[in-house]
């Protein structure tokens, strides 16, 4: 990775669909979206990540699924290897199709994860050669243990989380740059698991997406957590993303980065 002024990697992103507002929640109450505002929000997404030095691509639509927007759960990256994905949702099971002719042009070697297993990339948390995946609603025993048989030759090691209180782990936590695991403690279920964990003031202040070494996307709704980040040394480039977070989304699920 380099500095937010040169080139730092790809990123893939899928525009919002028009059955967006039919996206799942499981966590939280159901609200009007403004799809219309939502694309609006995803539009502005794009241009963070494309005025922070990243290759914005964009996969193939997938209109008749309502939460193809939410890209990251199709397809893990591990270096050169990329891994599709089965989504633990029925629903949402056909947008794995446009992603997987994208990234063979792109020159990655895949590996799948198959049935009966289920694996969400909003569950897959990459920290150093460490893996924590989420055990909850969207990602089975079957998903982890596949996850393992393809990770671990390429040296990685595979933690699991358990999950009860969010859809995925990548809604309760992420990382800094240094490693540091952030989450919000009232969604965390075990911050034992992490060996390095700091608590953020704010629910989406758990949420963030590495730009560079130095700076960090987050949302406009966690202002705290934003000031917290700036004491530590890091920048922060922050987008509105309300229309997403209605459907349970955060800044993370909106792209996959190819590094």
Not at 6 to 16: I, N, Q, S, W
Not at 23 to 43: K, N
Not at 113 to 125: F, K, S
Request: proline share 7%; aromatic share 6%.
């Amino acid at each position: 990775m380099t500095s937010r002024n040169g080139p730092v990697g790809c990123a893939l992103v899928r525009e919002p669909g028009p059955r967006l507002a039919e996206g799942l929640v499981t966590h939280i109450d159901r609200v009007p979206v403004d799809v219309g505002l939502a694309r609006l929000q995803w539009l502005a997404y794009v241009e963070a990540m494309a005025n922070a030095g990243w290759d914005v691509i964009e996969v193939a639509p997938a209109d008749e699924c309502p939460d193809a927007v939410f890209v990251e759960d199709a397809l893990v990256m591990f270096g050169s290897r990329a891994v599709i994905t089965r989504p633990g949702a029925d629903s949402r099971k056909a947008e794995t199709i446009g992603v997987e002719p994208l990234v063979r042009d792109l020159g990655f070697p895949i590996a799948r994860i198959h049935a009966p297993a289920t694996l969400d990339g909003g569950d897959v948390l990459k920290v150093g050669d460490t893996v924590y995946v989420g055990r909850g609603g969207r990602t089975n025993a079957d998903g982890i243990r596949e996850l393992r048989r393809i990770v671990e030759p390429l040296g990685k090691t595979v933690v699991a989380v358990p999950l009860d209180r969010v859809l995925h782990l990548k809604s309760a936590v992420t990382a800094l740059p240094d490693g540091t695991i952030i989450g919000f403690p009232p969604l965390v279920d075990e911050s034992s698991v992490f060996p390095m964990f700091r608590a953020v003031p704010e629910e989406s202040g758990a949420h963030v997406v590495i730009l560079d070494d130095e700076t960090l996307l987050i949302a406009t709704s966690c202002p705290k957590s934003a000031e917290l980040f700036r004491e530590l040394g890091y920048r922060t480039v922050a987008v509105d993303i309300s229309e997403y977070e209605k459907l349970e989304g955060c800044v993370t699920c909106l792209s996959i980065r190819l590094r």
